[in-house]
């Protein structure tokens, strides 16, 4: 909550110059420097301050902050969360990340993290090993993956942490998991930070009346973000689909000509999937190299054995898409993956890099059965026959797959997604053909 104090500094402050400002600066001595720099109220803008409470205390229990990238929420879930442990020394804490590994490098250790937000002589300890993060007060803090939900059976909350929701694989049920803990003080909240996408459970708390909203355009926080930044990605995405969703928060459904509505995918989607005969891990490898480049799109999927009367089904079981990699570094990816899934064999599409693309997954893995294909036709032309599956209802999801799943819903006729390739697409492509339209005369693609 604000105090009356902090928010009358605040005003003074944005209302002068900076010449009243460095002589006030000047009159204060170091501990109250540092202590007016870590005051939050002070320097936070409006969009990341909490909202406010009524007498009771029940306005909400859920502040869904929806932000561009480098729009600030970072920092602000970290000093909603320090500000819950100075206020209740009992505190227990659920800090959520899509992965333990994000949680921490985020969360916590992040430039914008909870150690960061704290003076140095008041930061709290944070124990890897533990997954804790514990006050000088006695408040403790809890690492979970979103990745694994059953980790937040049994433990109870006073308030919770959950960051990138929109990304998260198991999203409803780890959100379930974590409901059910939120049961410890008189009322437990929980701040959400993400960067919006339509998926189901964002959809959902935003129709929840007990969910207050804050959107934050990544335009609001560009004091604070390096000028190289705002050219290059900023200048580069702005107005486009991409830009709307990851630079102006806003949330997007599907665009009209979409091969994929992220409906059909929804429809389909399964938590596991059953016994498969033949697993295949697909991929679509970049031209080029380096941090420019585009992704080395690989996909993994399986097909499960047809009961008679009925189409063989294909399960979407991975996305293991690198970005910006060398050969070496994504022939290494894909051999994992490989062995990761157990698959039968690779797919590679071969119509930038001949031979040298096998060649290159050869020197990972001289064992790894490879087959190269070459398309002889336009990419939504070889995609159509794909979708079309989906509609058949042949083809389900195991899990979330939010990056593929994105870059599938904006796949339109003019072949691109986001205004860029569509590697993650064009891997999927694959590895359903190979699975379940080759031979089939539904594709003209080229087995070499």
């Not at 009346?209 to 335009?219: G, K, L, P």
């Not at 939504?380 to 994105?406: I, K, N, Q, T």
């Not at 691109?416 to 005369?441: E, K």
């Amino acid at each position: 909550m604000r105090t009356g104090s902090a928010e009358t500094l605040r005003a003074a402050l944005r209302g002068s110059g900076p010449e009243t400002i460095e002589r006030f600066l000047s009159t204060l001595s170091p501990s109250e420097l540092t202590a007016l720099h870590y005051d939050f109220e002070i320097w936070a803008r409006d969009d990341q301050l909490p909202p406010a409470s009524s007498g009771d205390g029940a306005s909400w229990t859920t502040w869904l902050m929806l932000g561009g990238r480098g729009a600030g929420k970072t920092r602000a879930g970290a000093e909603w969360v320090r500000a819950h442990a100075r206020a209740l020394p009992e505190a227990r804490i659920a800090l959520i990340g899509e992965t333990l590994a994000d949680a921490r490098t985020v969360m916590v250790e992040g430039v914008s993290g909870l150690l960061a937000v704290h003076p140095p002589g008041a930061r709290p300890l944070f124990e890897p090993s533990k997954r804790q993060v514990t006050w000088p007060c006695g408040a403790v803090a809890h690492l979970f993956s979103a990745e694994d939900p059953e980790s937040l059976r049994g433990p109870q909350f006073t308030a919770a942490w959950s960051d990138e929701l929109g990304k998260w694989r198991r999203p409803q049920e780890t959100w379930d998991m974590l409901q059910f803990g939120l049961r410890l003080g008189d009322a437990p909240r929980q701040v959400v930070t993400t960067t919006p996408r339509p998926v189901p459970l964002i959809k959902a708390l935003l129709s929840d009346a007990r969910t207050v909203v804050t959107r934050v355009a990544t335009s609001a926080n560009a004091a604070n973000l390096a000028p190289s930044f705002l050219e290059a990605i900023v200048g580069r995405y702005r107005g486009t689909r991409l830009g709307r969703q990851e630079l102006d928060a806003e949330l997007l459904e599907d665009r009209e000509d979409s091969l994929w509505p992220r409906a059909l995918i929804e429809r389909h989607r399964v938590s596991v999937a059953p016994e498969l005969s033949r697993i295949v891990v697909a991929v679509d490898p970049p031209a080029s190299s380096g941090a420019r480049a585009d992704a080395c799109g690989i996909v993994v999927a399986g097909r499960a054995a047809a009961w008679p009367g009925q189409d063989a089904r294909a399960y979407v079981l991975g996305d293991e898409t690198v970005e910006g990699a060398r050969p070496l570094d994504w022939a290494r990816a894909v051999v994992a993956a490989y062995r990761r899934f157990e698959a039968d064999r690779i797919v590679v599409e071969v119509n930038q890099g001949g031979e040298l693309v096998e060649t290159v997954l050869h020197q990972v893995d001289a064992s790894v059965p490879v087959r190269p294909v070459r398309a002889s036709r336009g990419k939504v032309l070889r995609a159509e026959p794909v979708a079309a599956l989906y509609e058949r209802g042949l083809v389900s999801h195991v899990g979330m797959l939010p990056a593929l799943e994105d870059e599938m819903c904006d796949f339109g006729l003019d072949g691109l997604s986001g205004g860029s390739s569509p590697d993650r697409v064009d891997a999927l492509v694959w590895v359903l053909t190979d699975l379940c339209l080759r031979g089939a005369g539904e594709l003209r693609v080229r087995a070499l």
